[in-house]
């Protein structure tokens, strides 16, 4: 991503701000175990705004400011630690490399700040993601309050970032939407080779493996989110994660994978017959579901409301259960009763972006807010009956299914940007087969 990206954020969001000033802070660097630290990933709205992925930094957005309205606290440069821990920016380097107008020492935080808080009516800042921060915050505006007999202006009114910033993040520009493309396009290859190379006899961390080879060899250096790969009755569980189990001949597996490509999320899930052919109540499910998907893609378009796929897919898959003797009644009877919900749990859809599970609002004054060109959504219905299920056939047990794509919204309609990997059931045959 470009600096002139990041640039053009942080202007957007000044824009808005007023007499108001900004603190965005990052993600601490978590332990794994002992002196073992995971992967640093800074926090979405950090990097958003700044485009620095280095832990121990707080950013600062102050409208109007003579020296500048974008303020960088950063570790300082330090050739023993860079040594061992890898390179920094420093606070010359957050300049000169990302736009900072002014940098300043991180140890320096909590005597600079009071200063640039001196004159701001309130402070946008996201209350509660870091209580320990959020203390430091109040004893800046106190240190401030305690100087109002002096004449000293201090900040009199806190507002959540959140809701503004992520308004912003909810609508992806050109460069986000390149990064998503990508993202997808890789994402799409690591299922096809993990349809390829599945076998009865193979481990479910197996095509893991091959899944995280093709994401790393292209670029993407970390999944979006931890991996799904059930196989058999797993593929019932929503969000299984073991991945440790063997896969059998006549089950199905589900995978749900995603890559991170430059901080953005790819989301898809393909469901296949370990053995390469659908048995005839996985073809019958299969298809049910794939009709639903279809429905939902066809409703992702501007004007129409957040649920309206959601309902699309529903109705189909409340019909296909009621034909097929699944569920009872009619399909009033079955919305009013909720009882399909049984095999169909969870919403079709959720905003993708630097997280998985992104940020906006899905409704507006209590309404679902309309679709608008440019937002970003999974269009994913799915069918779970595990086994024991009241009332079902056995022939149906431990069949789960689950089909995602991710969608951008378009003047006319949708684009899906995850569509390199089949989904027909003569599509995945054929390719299995080969």
Known sequence: MKKTEFKRRR???????????????????????????????????FYYLTGFAEPEAVAVLIPGREEGGFVLFCRPKDPLRETWDGRRAGVTGACENYGADQAFDIADLDIRMPELLKGSQRIHYSIGKQPEFDTR???????????????????SEFITLDHLLHEHRLFKSAAELDAMRTGGKITAAAHVRAMQTCQPGMMEYQLEAEMQHEFIRNGGR?????????????????????????LRSG???????GVEYDYYASDITRTFPVNGRFTEQQRILYNLVL?????????????????????????????????????EGTLEQQLESGDFKRFFM???????????????????????????????????????????????????????IRIEDDAVVTHDGCEIITADVPKTIEEIEALMSS
């Open 11 to 45: 202007r957007n969001l000044l824009s808005e701000l007023g007499d108001g000033i900004a603190i965005v802070t990052t993600n601490p660097h978590h332990h794994r175990n002992r002196d073992t630290q995971f992967p640093f990933r800074p926090d979405s709205d």
């Open 137 to 155: 915050v109040m004893s800046w505006v106190n240190e401030l309050r305690a100087q109002s007999r002096a004449g000293v202006q201090s900040p």
């Open 222 to 246: 970390w999944p979006a989110y931890n991996f799904i790969i059930g196989g058999g009755a797993n593929s019932c569980i929503l969000h299984y994660g073991e991945n440790d189990q063997k």
């Open 251 to 257: 089950d199905m597996v589900l995978i749900d994978a």
């Open 291 to 327: 009709d639903s998907q279809y429905a939902a893609i066809a409703a992702v378009k501007p004007g129409n409301h957040w649920d309206q796929p959601h309902e699309a897919a529903q109705k189909v898959i409340i019909e296909g259960l009621l034909e097929l003797g699944i569920i």
């Open 346 to 400: 969870h919403r079709t859809g959720h905003w993708l972006g630097m997280d998985v599970h992104d940020v906006g609002d899905y409704k507006i004054d209590d309404q679902w807010r309309q679709l608008e060109v440019g937002m970003v959504t999974t269009v994913e219905p799915g069918i779970y009956i595990a086994a024991g299920a009241d009332g079902v056939d056995k022939k149906w047990w431990d069949i789960g």
